[in-house]
């Protein structure tokens, strides 16, 4: 998706090439454009410039050295991607999507967090990345969007369904990149499902009940971590988690609220505090939305098979595939790959109506 190069005074930049003659491409680059260049935080990448040569399309992009996240956790044969790391990796990208939704000027949904779009830099600092999707939320306050966009495995339900798009829903999204921290495991692995669950987040929901009622963590944290972490960030994170991927967007926690409970600056307790009436049932996730589990599985079956069907999906999430596994780069993106391996699985289908 992005070539290196080095601008005349030695900076480093990476050069992403949008697909040409696409509405797609076009649409991505007209977003990023605006809103990359407004924002400003160390946890975003920085929009350096852009360029367009006849319907060629480039944007130019400070350098982020280190890959991705989801290159650091799930890549084959990769080092254990220790505990440290992974709370400093989820506390950056939590600053950088609080910033993006409480702070900027206009506030921003970025629809698209997800591993594979948050980079990494050598001392592991994370930069969030990939504003094609981005949408300012003044366009959508009083907006359903006729387009579902996002990454099959990282869809909040009520997106999902009804297209109805607010910052609730990255938190959604933000929540599934915690599970992975967790549990190391991807959102949707053909090659390791989840039992009967369909989804990480239905898999992970009781475990984490039970992690944070009697701190058992057997079978929900990434064993390759053995005893290496922190029991009380580990709780954190579970808490975030937890909190995060709620099945009523209402009750969850906003970003700056998960970035202050990775502080250790509130109690867990007040991660859902004016959201939810009965504190007491923090752990017990059951929360009681009209949008059901079961219609939730159905609405991502339906997503799938759309994803399956149509011809532009390319996406590592659903095959479990690697690009490095079938040493093919998936083909009809909206971007083309020359030299960083990235995987593009980003899909854009009509909601279901009912
Ligand atoms: N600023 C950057 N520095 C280094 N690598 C980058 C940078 N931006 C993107 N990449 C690499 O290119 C991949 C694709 O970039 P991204 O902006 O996510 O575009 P796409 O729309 O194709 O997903 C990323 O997953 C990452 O591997
Ligand atoms: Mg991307």
Same mark, same amino acid.
């Given at each position: 998706m992005e070539t290196k190069g080095v601008l005349s005074d030695g900076t480093k930049v990476a050069v992403k090439q949008l697909k040409a003659g696409s509405g797609q491409g076009e649409r991505e680059f007209q977003a990023e454009i605006h809103i990359i260049s407004r924002v400003h935080h160390r946890h975003l990448v920085s929009l350096l410039g852009y360029c367009i040569i006849g319907s060629q399309r480039f944007l130019v992009y400070d350098f982020v050295p280190n890959k991705t996240l989801e290159f650091h956790l799930h *890549?084959?044969?990769?080092?254990v991607l220790e505990w440290r790391k992974r709370m400093k990796i989820a506390l950056g990208a939590a600053k950088g999507l609080a910033y993006l939704h409480e702070?900027?000027?206009?506030k921003t949904i970025?629809?698209?967090?997800?591993a594979a779009n948050i980079l990494i830099d050598d001392s592991f600092e994370a930069k969030l990345a990939d504003?094609?999707?981005?949408?300012?939320s003044l366009d959508t306050d009083t907006h359903v969007s006729t387009r579902i966009m996002g990454t099959f495995g990282y869809l909040a339900p009520e997106y999902a369904s009804?297209?109805?798009?607010?910052?609730k829903s990255d938190v959604f999204s933000f929540g599934v990149v915690l599970l992975e921290l967790i549990?190391?495991?991807?959102?949707?692995d053909k090659s390791q499902p989840f039992a009967d669950d369909d989804s990480i987040v239905d898999w992970a929901k009781p475990l984490m009940i039970q992690a944070l009622n009697d701190g058992n963590f057997d079978g929900l944290?990434?064993?390759?971590? *053995?005893?290496?972490?922190d029991i009380s960030e580990m709780s954190r994170m579970v808490a975030c988690a937890a909190a995060s991927v709620r099945h009523s967007a209402k009750r969850r926690p906003k970003m700056s609220q998960i970035v202050r409970a990775f502080e250790g600056n509130?109690?867990?307790?007040?991660?859902t505090e004016g959201v939810?009436?009965?504190?007491?049932?923090?752990?017990?996730?059951?929360?009681?939305?009209?949008?059901?589990s079961t219609r939730y599985k159905e609405d991502l079956k339906k997503f799938e098979k759309m994803a399956f069907e149509s011809q532009t999906f390319a996406s590592s999430e659903c095959t479990g595939l690697t690009t490095s596994d079938n040493g093919q780069n998936p083909s009809g993106t909206s971007s083309s790959s020359i030299i960083i391996e990235g995987q593009h699985a980003t899909q854009e289908i009509e909601p279901q109506r009912q």
């Open positions: *890549e084959k044969r990769r080092p702070d900027c000027n206009p970025h629809r698209d967090v997800k504003f094609g999707l981005a949408k300012s009804s297209g109805k798009l607010t910052d549990t190391g495991r991807r959102p949707v944290v990434d064993p390759r971590l *053995e005893d290496n972490f509130i109690s867990l307790d007040d991660l939810t009436p009965c504190h007491n049932t923090i752990y017990s996730l059951d929360d009681s939305s009209d949008y059901s």
